[in-house]
């Protein structure tokens, strides 16, 4: 059981937006910073969104983040094939003093 | 370009240790956090470990503290999670990844591919 909630996957088609969930407390994404992480299985995760909505170098504005009260989302546009992939949010926990990640969710590009 | 290797993964039977390394390039390893993550078989992310600039802190998830150990070697850009009494439960995928700051800003903006730890008797 993973401290923040995402759905387990959602889908949409090619070109469409798809929005991800994840539900934490005031310990963790009510309080702190979330990030969120792209991983395809067998490759490295790879940082899509820090500090609730901002996106390092190289990552195409598709792809967006926000925050309100204990619960962040991230944004993804224009869907394309190549996004089908495991989506993972991320924070810290000032509780449990640990770096804490949703359960993932599966991207399916239909 | 940021690159992380990790290695040392392979099969232990439980109760026994592993060290596992990463190596670490294009950037100034001396100056960031750095952390351990792994992936549990159909499971998702669980953060182990992570270590600060220079050394000096550190800090370990409670499912793994008092048997694994994070270190490093900043002279050879190497990072190191050394494992002690390993259980099954601790077969997963393990990631190196580099902080965005010096110490713990929990932001992962680079990761290794992983190596691959089995404890099984």
């Known amino acids: 059981q993973s401290v923040l909630t995402q759905p387990p996957s959602v889908s949409a088609a090619p070109g469409q937006k798809v929005t991800i969930s994840c539900s934490g407390s005031?310990?963790?994404?009510?309080?702190?910073?979330v990030s969120w992480y792209q991983h395809l299985p067998g490759t490295a995760p790879k940082l899509l969104i820090y500090?609730?909505?901002k996106r390092p170098s190289g990552i195409p504005d598709r792809f967006s983040g926000s925050k309100s009260g204990t619960s962040a989302t991230l944004g993804i546009t224009g869907l394309q094939t190549g996004d089908e992939a495991d989506y993972y949010c991320?924070?810290?926990?000032?509780?449990?003093?640990?770096?804490?990640f949703g359960g993932g969710t599966k991207l399916t590009v239909l | 370009q940021v690159h992380l290797v990790e290695s040392g993964g392979g099969v232990v039977q439980p109760g026994r240790s592993l060290r596992l390394s990463c190596a670490a390039s294009?950037?100034?390893?001396?100056?960031?956090?750095m952390h351990w993550v792994r992936q549990a078989p159909g499971k998702g992310l669980e953060w182990v470990a992570v270590?600060?600039?220079?050394?000096?802190?550190?800090d370990h998830a409670d499912s793994v503290k008092g048997r694994f150990t994070i270190s490093r070697d900043n002279s050879k850009n190497t990072l190191f999670l050394q494992m002690n009494s390993l259980r099954a439960e601790d077969t997963a995928v393990y990631y190196c990844?580099?902080?965005?700051?010096?110490?713990?800003?929990?932001?992962?903006?680079?990761w290794g591919k992983g190596t691959t730890v089995t404890v099984s008797s």
């Open positions: 991320g924070t810290w926990d000032s509780s449990l003093s640990a770096l804490v």
């Open positions: 005031s310990s963790n994404v009510g309080n702190n910073y």
């Open positions: 270590i600060s600039y220079d050394g000096s802190n550190k």
């Open positions: 294009g950037f100034t390893f001396s100056s960031y956090g």
């Open positions: 990844a580099k902080d965005f700051a010096y110490f713990n800003s929990a932001i992962l903006d680079a």
């Open positions: 500090d609730n909505y």
